[in-house]
């Protein structure tokens, strides 16, 4: 048993978040000239664009990649999708590698995911080719899984580190933009346009003991929940054509319902395994006698509404995917958070968008940047994505968590006063001219 339990030990010895390079900004200028070229747009568009951009919580820092900047977004080529995909390789990775002192033909396992952009080969052997790994390297690509492949990866690492002693894993996450920038007027579909920025992550993992001493975190515990056969939650986030045509990835205004939904299947499961027995106790009992009241007029306003388990008698720090505002606030409503808790998830969707797969190691490096993260902490991870699915780990800190990262050059002007952007300034003109039509 001891044995056993030594095997399954999953440590996460350092990540690293990719910062691409500053000329790849989504200034406001920057985004009202790329809306503005686009011949198929018109001022209800104009309109609803503004709405949700003034809405959505991103600032003026977020990346996009270099064939946006150029004007190419209409015509990609296959090369734009793979320099994205390169440079964030090139800084990020070998970065992990000189910070870790990890060299890559140390790495037993490597997990890639992607969810919207599959060459061959894979993605996973264009990182096992450019850093020299390994002929026996197990390599894996993961694609089309949606936001939570993340955790996806880590289960698979975690697994296949368990049938390999004293091995390391690299997990690598990231989402291809330069070949998806949708340019048709279906909204559903222009909403990812708004969300959706450059990004991307990498973690070294190992069950060595002896690197073991120096890791972060320890992983204590995954769970996964895909809720794919109820058709609604299933179409919620879906990759389809406009009905002219045009490909792109349609966010239906029921995703937040979706996520409410596979949240809770997952944090069933999840619950018993992080919760002490006194908070378990407690729910059951309060569960009971919110049942009861239900059946007695008038005694649920008086009590309030169903009974809620209080996940902050075995987390301290919540790691929430920002996929978009109404996402956050949905899980801040759902666990009962507060503003300091939800506040890692916020600022990353301010300063870097919703990066998929990678946002939720963008708000694990805010709360270490903030040196929120002590010893013995456990962190909650919880991503949402396509499937529909939900996905948590529980991570417990094991070492010093103290590293700036990607943050460094901004964490101090965090929070700011206002997350508010200037779009509102700039383009509120679209909503003072009369009718639908820009020459009248
Ligand atoms: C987009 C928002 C910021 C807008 O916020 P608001 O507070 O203004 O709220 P709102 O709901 O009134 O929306 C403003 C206008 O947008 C419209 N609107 C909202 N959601 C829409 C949708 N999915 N499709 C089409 N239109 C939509 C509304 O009808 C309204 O238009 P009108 O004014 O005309 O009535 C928010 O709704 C939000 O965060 N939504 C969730 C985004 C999301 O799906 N994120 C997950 C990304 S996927 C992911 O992360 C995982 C993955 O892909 O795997």
Avoid at 108 to 122: E, H, I, K, R, Y
Avoid at 137 to 144: R, W
Wanted: hydrophobic residues 40%; proline residues 4%; charged residues 25%.
């Amino acid at each position: 048993a001891v044995a056993r339990r030594r095997q399954s030990r999953c440590y996460l010895l350092d990540y690293v978040c990719h910062k691409p390079c500053d000329d790849r900004k989504v200034s406001t200028e920057m985004a009202g000239g790329l809306i503005l070229r686009n011949q198929r747009l018109g001022l209800p568009e104009y309109r609803f664009l503004l709405r949700v951009i003034v809405r959505s919580g991103i600032g003026e820092d977020s990346y996009c990649p270099r064939n946006i900047l150029e004007g190419r977004e209409d015509a990609p080529t296959h090369e734009d999708a793979l320099d994205e995909m390169d440079a964030f390789f090139d800084a990020a990775i070998a970065e992990l590698f000189f910070k870790t002192g990890v060299a890559p033909a140390d790495v037993d396992v490597l997990v890639v995911n992607v969810c919207m952009f599959s060459p061959a080969p894979s993605l996973a052997s264009r990182i096992a080719r450019r850093f020299g790994m390994r002929d026996d390297v197990a390599a894996y690509n993961l694609s089309g899984m949606g936001c939570s492949a993340g955790l996806v990866s880590l289960d698979i690492a975690r697994n296949t580190l368990r049938t390999r002693p004293a091995s390391v894993a690299l997990v690598v996450s990231t989402e291809s933009i330069a070949p998806h920038w949708y340019t048709g007027t279906d909204r559903s579909m222009m909403l990812g346009n708004c969300l959706f920025r450059c990004g991307g992550s990498a973690a070294l993992l190992t069950n060595d003991p002896s690197l073991g001493r120096r890791a972060k975190m320890a992983l204590r515990d995954l769970v996964r929940a895909n809720i794919a056969a109820d058709d609604e939650a299933h179409a919620s986030a879906m990759k389809r054509d406009d009905g002219s045509g045009r490909v792109g990835i349609s966010l239906s205004k029921d995703l937040p319902k979706a996520a409410a939904r596979a949240l809770t299947l997952n944090l069933r499961r999840l619950a018993p395994r992080i919760l002490p027995v006194s908070e378990l106790a407690r729910f059951a009992v309060h569960s009971m006698f919110c049942r009861k009241l239900i059946l007695l007029p008038h005694a649920k306003q008086t009590h309030g509404g169903a009974a809620k388990i209080n996940f902050k008698t075995g987390v301290e720090h919540f790691c929430v995917h920002p996929g978009g505002t109404a996402v956050i606030e949905g899980v801040k409503g759902s666990l009962g958070l507060d503003a300091y808790d939800v506040e890692p998830a916020v600022m990353t969707l301010h300063r870097w968008g919703n990066t998929s797969t990678s946002s939720l190691w963008y708000v694990l490096s805010y709360m270490e940047a903030k040196g929120r993260l002590k010893r013995g902490d456990r962190v909650l991870m919880l991503t949402f994505g396509s499937g529909f699915k939900c996905n948590s780990c529980v991570w417990e800190v094991k070492g010093y968590m103290g590293d700036k990262g990607a943050w460094a050059e901004c964490i101090d002007e965090y929070p700011p006063e206002t997350t508010a952007n200037p779009y509102m300034q700039n383009y509120s003109w679209v909503n003072d001219i009369q009718g639908d039509n820009l020459l009248v």
